[in-house]
């Protein structure tokens, strides 16, 4: 086993394969949500007669869509005490989007892998991928793999209607040994956000009953017609409780989108380099007539916020412990949501496009005030 990872380590060390440049077919063409879909994707058509039940049902998304489903691996690099490479293997599910060899995952099953392979369907063979783009806010990644035939794909569904209640299927290889898995369920709940270990937040998912273990995320979670209508992301503990989590899949379009076209997710901005959540004490402090706000302190020069005429702190105070600059303006809403901390104007700035004028609500002082910013892209720099 020893020399089996002193010969992988080496592999490894000499340089990973999918850095190479991408060709981007979707570049300036349209994505495969957007073609016609009817006589390619998987599944085709789903029995309707009036005999067919719920069991003939799974059985059927399954035969159709369980070819278009693969499983991940990986592995990685650590080192030890005396800075030897010790190389660590990982799993992960995913799902072919077109039969050119795009598979969506998410990202945590590739980051940091010096090597990544794909097994298709219940195929055996593996093949080398290459990582198209992967976004670590939004917890998704596309990858590449060239099979050297046209490849089975599933078909991308809408997430607007989904329901709590109705019935969902979810394919995945849990604990990266059993490939290709059926697990069904239904939609516990809506609207769930999740907070990773780093503190990054993951909103409006879609809570399942599903089982989903470790190995299950990035496949995919399917209704009853067998469109994907969630990415299989996370649960709550180390081994199924009852309780999983699913990237709707509509989000993940939007991200997709932009790994296919750029290789990277084109976020607006705001340009408030510094701010401080408002609490009751401090707007009493500051003589503030809200309780609840964002109370910038810092706007980057030129950004959005800057050009919208938003104000940083114009006097030094003692707050606390800290001395930060006070009397900027206050953001109590953004796009009509309420306003209370960083982490809701970024989840307003996840919703919306470079190019989109946004209103703001703010206080200057007491006086209540409307703003309309236009959001750009976040500079390549930042």
Same mark, same amino acid.
């Given at each position: 086993m020893r020399l089996r990872h002193f010969v992988l380590a080496a592999v490894l060390l000499a340089g990973a394969y999918y850095v190479s440049p991408v060709r981007r077919p979707y570049s300036a063409g349209r994505l495969p949500w957007e073609k016609d879909q009817a006589s390619a994707a998987i599944p085709v058509t789903l029995a309707q007669s009036a005999g067919s039940n719920d069991e003939q049902n799974n059985i059927q998304i399954y035969k159709q869509a369980s070819p278009a489903?693969?499983?991940?691996?990986?592995?990685?690099? #650590?080192?030890?005490?005396?800075?030897?490479? !010790?190389?660590?293997e990982g799993a992960g599910?995913?799902?072919?989007?077109?039969? @050119?060899?795009h598979v969506i995952t998410n990202n945590h099953v590739i980051s940091g892998a010096r090597q990544v392979q794909v097994a298709v369907g219940n195929d055996k063979q593996r093949y080398r991928a290459t990582i198209? *783009?992967?976004?670590?806010?939004?917890?998704?990644?596309?990858?590449?793999?060239d099979a050297g035939r046209k490849l089975p794909f599933l078909k991308l569904g809408d997430s607007t209607g989904i329901q709590v209640g109705q019935k969902v299927l979810a394919i995945g290889n849990p604990f990266g040994q059993f490939q290709n898995t059926l697990t069904t369920g239904v !939609?516990?709940? $809506?609207?769930?956000? $999740?907070?990773?270990?780093s503190g990054s937040e993951l909103d409006d998912v879609i809570?399942?009953?599903?089982?989903?273990?470790?190995?299950?995320? *990035?496949?995919?979670? @399917?209704?009853?017609?067998?469109?994907?209508?969630?990415?299989?992301?996370?649960?709550?503990?180390?081994?199924y409780l009852g309780i999983g989590f699913a990237i709707p899949i509509n989000r993940a379009k939007e991200i997709v989108g932009d790994?296919?076209?750029?290789?990277?997710?084109? /976020?607006?901005?705001?340009?408030?380099?510094?701010?401080?959540?408002l609490t009751a004490e401090l707007a009493e402090a500051l003589q503030l007539p809200v309780e609840e706000g964002l109370l910038i $302190?810092? !706007?980057?020069? #030129?950004?959005?916020?800057? !050009?919208? *005429?938003?104000? *940083?702190?114009?006097?030094?105070?003692i707050i606390g412990n800290y001395q930060v600059p006070v009397g900027g303006d206050v953001i109590v809403a953004f796009a009509g949501q309420p306003v209370r901390d960083l982490s809701d104007v970024r989840r307003v700035l996840d919703r919306h496009k470079p190019g989109e004028t946004v209103k703001m609500s703010i206080y200057r002082g007491?006086?209540?005030?409307?703003?309309?910013?236009?959001?750009?892209?976040?500079?390549?720099? /930042?």
């Open positions: 489903v693969v499983n991940i691996t990986t592995v990685t690099l #650590s080192y030890d005490f005396f800075m030897n490479a !010790v190389p660590a599910s995913g799902f072919l989007i077109d039969d @050119l060899g198209v *783009g992967a976004d670590p806010r939004s917890d998704l990644a596309v990858l590449k793999i !939609v516990s709940s $809506l609207g769930r956000t $999740l907070r990773d270990r809570q399942t009953d599903a089982a989903i273990n470790p190995g299950n995320s *990035g496949g995919p979670l @399917l209704n009853s017609r067998g469109e994907v209508i969630g990415i299989n992301t996370a649960i709550i503990g180390q081994t790994l296919l076209r750029e290789g990277r997710v084109v /976020r607006p901005w705001l340009g408030v380099r510094q701010s401080w959540p $302190l810092e !706007v980057v020069s #030129s950004s959005p916020a800057d !050009v919208a *005429g938003l104000r *940083g702190g114009q006097r030094m105070a007491r006086q209540k005030m409307d703003v309309s910013v236009r959001l750009e892209p976040v500079p390549v720099s /930042r």
